[in-house]
C-alpha cells in the first residue's frame, strides 16, 4: 500500500457519506443490511463513526464497512476510499461481489423451541391474583395494585390442580414443546415445581414469548426462573412501542424493580438478566432519554457501568442514576411509603 495513503484520517471520514457512496439508502443514520435480507433497517451507524447491524450482529469502522460491501481486502477498501474522497477517481480494480451466503444463515439457531403464545395467553386468562400473592406485592413490596394488573400478573397455589388443567386443555406433546411440562425420571411433570407469581414477558410486537415464575418459597438458586431453552425480552419492551420520543426510561435489573418506578409515576424496563444483554435490545432506547438504575451492589454497579459503555458508544441518551442508600429501587421505594 502506498504510504502517502493516512489510514487514520480515512477513519475519520463521515461513515454515512460512505454508506451513500457505496450505494445503500440512508435515512436516519439507517439503512438496510446489505448481509442479510433485511426489511426493517437493522444496519446503523453511529456518532463515533462506528456501524452495526441489528440482524447478523456484524459490525465495525469506516473501512470494514467498505470491506464488508465491496468483499475486498483491508488494502483495498484503504485505496478505494483515498481515490473516492481526496484523489476524486476510484480504482476499478477493486471487485464488487458480495457474499454468496448471507451470514445470518451460518448464526442461525435451528433448534431453538418457539413459544406457544396461545398457551401462555391462556394460563394468563385462568389464573388471576391471589390474596396472599396480592398482599406480598403490594403490602411488601408497596407496589400499586393498579400498575400489578396492568402487567398481567397473576399467581398460583395449587401446582397439582394447575398442572391438571393444563392436561386437560392441551396434549402433552404441545405442553412439552411449550416447555411447561419436563421429563423426570421417564415421568412428564409440570415445570413450575412451586406455587407463586407469574411475570409475563411481551417482545415489542406484543407477543407473549416467556413467563418468570417468582416461587413465594424461594432461595438463590430459583428467585426468579423463567421457561428453559425459550426466548426471553426485556420487562414492559411492548410498551416502548407507546413511549413519546424524548420521554425518561428507567433502566433496572428486575421487574419488581421496574414496577416499582412505574408505582411511583415513571416508566421503566427491566432486563432479564444484566451480564447477558444484547446490543441489539439497546437499539430500542435511541429515542429515549435513559436513567440506568441497577442494584447498589459490586455486580449491579460493574454491569451499568458497561451498560453506560456500550449505550454512549452507541450515540444512546443515558445517565448511570446510583441509588444512595438502599440496595435497590423497590427497597427505597418501601422506604419513602414508610415514611409518610
Sequence with gaps: MS??????????IDICDVAIKLGLVVKNRKTLCFLHPDHNPSLCFYSNNQWHCFGCGEGGDVISLVQKRKECTFREACQWLNNVFFCGTIDS???????????????????KPTPDSEIYHAILQHL???????????????????????????????????????RNSFSQERLLSAKLLKIRNNHTELFWWKPGILFPYFDYGGNLINIQLRPYATDSNSKYVFLPELPTCIFNEHMLKEMKTGSVVCLCEGAIDALSIQTKGGFAVAFPGVNSIKLEQLE??????????????????????KLLFEMRNMGISVINSELANFKDVNEQLIAEVEKK
Design 284 to 305: 430500542f432506547f435511541y429515542r429515549f432519554k435513559n436513567k440506568i438504575v441497577f442494584d447498589n451492589d459490586s455486580a449491579g454497579q460493574k454491569a451499568a457501568r
Design 93 to 111: 480494480s477493486i471487485k464488487k461481489t458480495y457474499p454468496k451466503e448471507p451470514l445470518y444463515i451460518q448464526k442461525k439457531e435451528t433448534n
Design 3 to 12: 504510504k502517502t495513503i493516512d489510514i487514520e484520517r480515512l477513519k475519520q
Design 128 to 166: 388471576q391474583l391471589s390474596k396472599y400473592a396480592e398482599d406480598y406485592l403490594c403490602l411488601k413490596r408497596k407496589l400499586s395494585l393498579e400498575v400489578i394488573r396492568s402487567a398481567n400478573i397473576v399467581s398460583f397455589e395449587d401446582v397439582c390442580e394447575l398442572e391438571r388443567w393444563l
